[in-house]
């Protein structure tokens, strides 16, 4: 599977980005789905996992109530919206892919199989 990120930029404080990742494969809709983050001088942190079917989504604490993160199966695409972004957002944005999975939390980098090239974004104060 490859993944390939994109939507990135530079945004104020208080603005909106919409990343997306598009994977190769015919198995996409079977993978749990998520967005990690490394900002400079830190390790990459977890933002937000999808299920197969998009019914079940989990979020960081301090992203919960701002970024939504959905995905379109006919596409091999998952989203990740974010708003009323803030400056401590700024970091490198990587989706990756787990392909076995169970119910319950996947929040370590370690727990994931693919992963994408990252895209950067940065929030101005």
């Known amino acids: 599977v490859q993944l390939q990120a994109s939507g990135g930029g530079l945004v104020q404080a208080g603005g909106s980005l919409r990343l997306s990742c598009v994977a190769s494969?015919?198995?996409?809709?079977?993978?749990?789905m998520g967005w990690f983050r490394q900002a400079p001088g830190k390790g990459r942190e977890f933002v937000a996992s999808?299920?197969?079917?998009?019914?079940?989504?989990y979020f960081e604490g301090s992203v919960k109530g701002r970024f939504t993160i959905s995905r379109d199966n006919a596409k091999n695409t998952v989203y990740l919206q974010m708003n009323s972004l803030k400056p401590e957002d700024t970091a490198v944005y990587y989706c990756?892919?787990?392909?076995?999975?169970?119910?319950?939390?996947?929040?370590?980098?370690?727990?994931?199989?693919?992963w994408g090239q990252g895209t950067q974004v940065t929030v101005s104060s």
């Open positions: 494969g015919r198995t996409f809709s079977s993978y749990l």
């Open positions: 990756a892919a787990r392909s076995n999975y169970h119910a319950g939390t996947y929040i370590s980098s370690l727990e994931y199989d693919y």
């Open positions: 999808i299920n197969w079917s998009g019914g079940s989504t």
